[in-house]
T-cell receptor, first 112, second 113 residues
Framework: GEQVEQRPPHLSVREGDSAVITCTYTDPNSYYFFWYKQEPGASLQLLMKVFSSTEINEGQGFTVLLNKKDKRLSLNLTAAHPGDSAAYFCAVSGNSNNRIFFGDGTQLVVKP | DAGVTQTPRHEVAEKGQTIILKCEPVSGHNDLFWYRQTKIQGLELLSYFRSKSLMEDGGAFKDRFKAEMLNSSFSTLKIQPTEPKDSAVYLC???????????FGPGTRLLVL
């Protein structure tokens, strides 16, 4: 089945710096991609859903890039602020059924 | 619309006890998922229902974990008997289906002593 590898597991940046989290996946037929944010003690909240047809996806304060050739999905937080401190999870939807495969998560700390 | 609700939010159990976790999906969603989240293992799928039918029952968890969905608006996860290694956050999620976005509940934090 699909394998999703997320890096790095931990990331610490200064306020105002950018933060980049990357996931690689194995199934070339994957079609939907997701980024979730989990604040301490809270559940997972959807940041963005990305379709395989769109390589660059702009959000509020972040960009999601999809490189289908390399099977790589990245979340770029521009000008990170302390409120961005959380765990981030990528997820990839395989070609069959409704299974979504999650990365292991990245714990991001943004220091003032 | 209410999101996914889970009860209880916290549960403390003695080793060997039976505990039942509850989940109410988003109204109208056809798919329901149970996950276990730990720092070491990350998110692990326990069960997946589509229109109340069990589609996937995580192999490693079949032994003491049983998820049921008796109607489209309610699901339970029973752990029997509990073991200390079951201490984790149990998350329920629902979606319309067909690779649609999964919406997560707040989770139940379980501690088994």
């Amino acid at each position: 089945g699909e394998q999703v590898e997320q890096r790095p597991p931990h990331l610490s940046v200064r306020e105002g710096d950018s933060a980049v989290i990357t996931c690689t996946y194995t199934d070339p037929n994957s079609y939907y991609f997701f980024w979730y944010k989990q604040e301490p003690g809270a559940s997972l909240q959807l940041l963005m859903k990305v379709f395989s047809s769109t390589e660059i996806n702009e959000g509020q304060g972040f960009t999601v890039l999809l490189n289908k050739k390399d099977k790589r999905l990245s979340l770029n937080l521009t000008a990170a602020h302390p409120g961005d401190s959380a765990a981030y999870f990528c997820a990839v939807s395989g070609n069959s059924n409704n299974r979504i495969f999650f990365g292991d998560g990245t714990q991001l700390v943004v220091k003032p | 619309d209410a999101g996914v609700t889970q009860t209880p939010r916290h549960e403390v159990a003695e080793k060997g006890q039976t505990i039942i976790l509850k989940c109410e999906p988003v109204s109208g969603h056809n798919d329901l998922f149970w996950y276990r989240q730990t720092k070491i293992q990350g998110l692990e799928l326990l069960s997946y229902f589509r229109s109340k039918s069990l589609m996937e029952d995580g192999g490693a968890f079949k032994d003491r974990f049983k998820a049921e969905m008796l109607n489209s608006s309610f699901s339970t996860l029973k752990i029997q008997p509990t073991e200390p290694k079951d201490s984790a956050v149990y998350l329920c999620a629902s979606s319309f289906g067909d690779r649609d976005t999964q919406y997560f509940g707040p989770g139940t934090r379980l501690l088994v002593l």
